[in-house]
Structures are given as structure tokens and as C-alpha cells.
């Protein structure tokens, strides 16, 4: 009898460990994901505070109609991210802990339309030495977006400044320095846009707007790359490879096609148990403003819908039409929806001059 209950008890105690271990396994897990969780909307809310002031550091009363007409300002960027984070965690707003928030970030960058600002970590020369050793976080010089072109003989002929959403140019002759600008590509030419390779010719070609948005996503992509491992390496940090994912989308591309902030996370210790590269980018963009549009029917009667609703304004007789902020606006003005448009798909693309 009594080896029965020396069984039962041994079973029951093995029961009850299986039981503790799946509570534990179960409320790390949580943990984890709740941390992750809270970590992905600081970030988020943060990105959205330090793009604000990138846009209110320059006009804050830009209704976006124009996207060649955005500016963004990088000098309010990173103390207001900074702050937002110390907030989300309830850390208080001393240097020390603005200093260990920006010690996070892996790289980050203000992408605007003529060029972009990213993050560098420049010397500190407070004693006077060749070489302090010493290095703080801080913006670049605004960088332009450039295409290289070579010459028959395969040497640099010259680099053209190009825009995001516009046709824009402005050309530097490698040899003599000149310049010549223009307001379409197809003033510029056929171009080589790389040297010949293992005896093979490069082929000519002309610039377009696909064109020139891929080599504007490809100089980005490879700065932010490149300069994570030289932060990384400056702070002496053991791991500093950071993935990047590439999101697939209907043209296979992540675009950026209007101004943009990127920025990256990384070892944040200060998060719990948050896995960080689940929760360490925060990418905002800007984005043409959609109206709601007032108009008569018909019927004479006032209806409203979203702006890009009516696929082809033609077929409605459009009159007495409005802008309007909000659907609660248009409502005040005396309008009611137009339920032939009002469920169609809303365009908030940029699209560009």
C-alpha cells in the first residue's frame, strides 16, 4: 500500500512540475509578446512625434496638396523622438537617459525630395587631439540623390541631381564642372550609367521615372546598410548586423516615393523581454491629402464622397463643387454621401507632376 501511494505521490508531483513549467513557458511567452507589443507602438509613436517636428520645424501649415512643395528639417528629429520614447517608459527627460535612447538607435534617415539627411557619428575634439576618440550622434549635411554616367572610354563623364516626384535635373560635367539643368529627362539624353564589365560594353539607356525612383531606393537602402556597420563599429558593439526585410508589394517594390523618415532600433535593453527585431523600425511618409468633395447630383442634390472616388468625373455632372476637411464638415455644410462612390477604393498615392 504504502508503495502505491509513494507512485501516486511521485506522479502527482510530476504532474504538477508540468503544470508550473507550461505556466512559466506560457507567461514568458506573454511577457515577450506584451513587451514586444509596447515596444512596437513607443517606436511608432515616437517615429510619428519625430516626423511631426521634422515637417513643423518648417511650415506647419503645408496642407500637402503640392508634394514638391514638402520640406522636412532634421533638427528637431531625433530630441523629440528621443523624448517620446523616455516618456513611453516613464524615464525621466535628464541627458543621461536622452543619451542612452539615442545610443539605441541603429541609423536613421529624413529621405526629402531634392536629397536626405541620415545619421552620422562625428569625432569630439574637446581637448584638442588629432584623435579623442570621442563620438557623438548627429545629422549629415544634406546629401543629394545622384546618378553617375561614364563616357565611351568607360571614365566618369558626369552626375545628375535627380528628385523624388518630378522630373527635375541638374547635371555636373566631371571634366569642367558646368552645369546644365532641365525639367524632363528626356532633355538629358541616352547615358551609360555604369562602366563597361569584363570587356562587355555597357548598354545606353534614358532616364524615366521608374529609373530614377529604383537608383533613388537603391542609394537609400545601401546608405542605411553601410551605415549601421559604421555606427555599429564606432560603438564597438559585438553584434551589429541589423536585417532590413523587404516587403513584397504589388510592383515587388518598397518604394520611397514622397518624403520619408526611417529609423532603426536596436539593443534596447530598457524593453524587457521585447524581441527587438520583431518591433525596431518606425517608417513614416507623407501622403497626398485626400478632400472630401461637396458637389450636386443629378437631382440637385448635395452629395459628398471622397476625392479619387469618381473614377471619372464626367460621369456626374459635377456642379457647385467643395473641399472639405472631414466628412463631419461636409455633413455641417448640408451635404449627405453619395453611396454610389462613397465605398469605392480611396487613392492616397503621390502622384507626381
Known amino acids: 500500500m504504502k508503495n502505491w501511494l509513494m507512485i501516486f505521490n511521485f506522479v502527482a508531483l510530476c504532474c504538477l512540475l508540468v503544470m508550473l513549467t507550461t505556466f512559466y513557458i506560457q507567461l514568458e511567452t506573454a511577457t515577450t509578446e506584451y513587451d514586444t507589443d509596447r515596444l512596437s507602438k513607443a517606436i511608432e509613436y515616437s517615429g510619428e512625434m519625430a516626423f511631426h517636428y521634422s515637417l513643423a520645424s518648417v511650415n506647419s501649415e503645408l496642407s500637402y496638396q503640392d508634394m514638391n512643395q514638402t ?29 542612452y535612447i539615442e545610443d539605441s538607435i541603429a541609423t536613421a534617415i529624413l529621405a526629402t525630395n531634392d536629397g536626405y539627411y541620415i545619421t552620422l557619428m562625428s569625432e ?55 552645369m546644365t539643368s532641365g525639367t524632363a529627362y528626356a532633355d538629358i539624353g541616352s547615358i551609360k550609367t555604369t562602366p563597361s564589365e569584363g570587356g562587355v560594353p555597357s548598354q545606353s539607356m534614358s532616364l524615366s521615372k521608374e529609373t530614377v525612383s529604383r537608383a533613388i531606393n537603391t542609394r537609400i537602402t545601401n546608405a542605411i546598410t553601410q551605415n549601421i556597420d559604421a555606427i555599429a563599429e564606432l560603438r564597438s558593439d559585438k553584434d551589429y548586423t541589423v536585417y532590413i526585410p523587404s516587403a513584397q508589394t504589388s510592383s515587388g517594390l518598397n518604394k520611397i516615393d514622397s518624403p520619408s523618415l526611417i529609423l532603426i532600433m536596436k539593443d534596447v535593453d530598457f524593453s524587457g523581454q521585447a ?10 511618409k507623407v501622403i497626398k ?56 477604393k480611396i487613392d492616397t498615392t503621390y502622384k507626381t507632376q
Request: charged content about 20%; proline content about 3%; aromatic content about 12%.
Open 71 to 99: 520640406t522636412l528639417s532634421p533638427n528637431l528629429c531625433l530630441p523629440a523622438f528621443e523624448e517620446m520614447m523616455c516618456m513611453n517608459y516613464n524615464m525621466s527627460l535628464y541627458e543621461d537617459n536622452l543619451k
Open 275 to 284: 524581441k527587438v527585431r520583431n518591433a525596431q523600425i518606425s517608417g513614416l
Open 289 to 344: 491629402k485626400v478632400h472630401v468633395i461637396g458637389y450636386l447630383d443629378s437631382n440637385n442634390k448635395k452629395k459628398y464622397c471622397y476625392e479619387s472616388q469618381i473614377e471619372d468625373s464626367n460621369l456626374v455632372q459635377l456642379q457647385a463643387v467643395a473641399y472639405f476637411g472631414s466628412v463631419e464638415e461636409a455633413a455641417k455644410a448640408g451635404y449627405t454621401p453619395d453611396y454610389n462612390y462613397i465605398f469605392n
Open 124 to 178: 569630439v575634439n574637446e581637448t584638442g587631439e588629432a584623435h579623442s576618440n570621442t563620438f557623438e550622434f548627429n545629422w549629415s549635411p544634406k546629401l543629394p540623390y545622384t546618378i553617375k554616367t561614364f563616357d565611351d572610354n568607360d571614365k566618369l563623364a558626369s552626375e545628375i541631381a535627380v528628385c523624388l516626384g518630378s522630373e527635375k535635373w541638374i547635371r555636373v560635367n566631371a571634366n569642367t564642372m558646368a
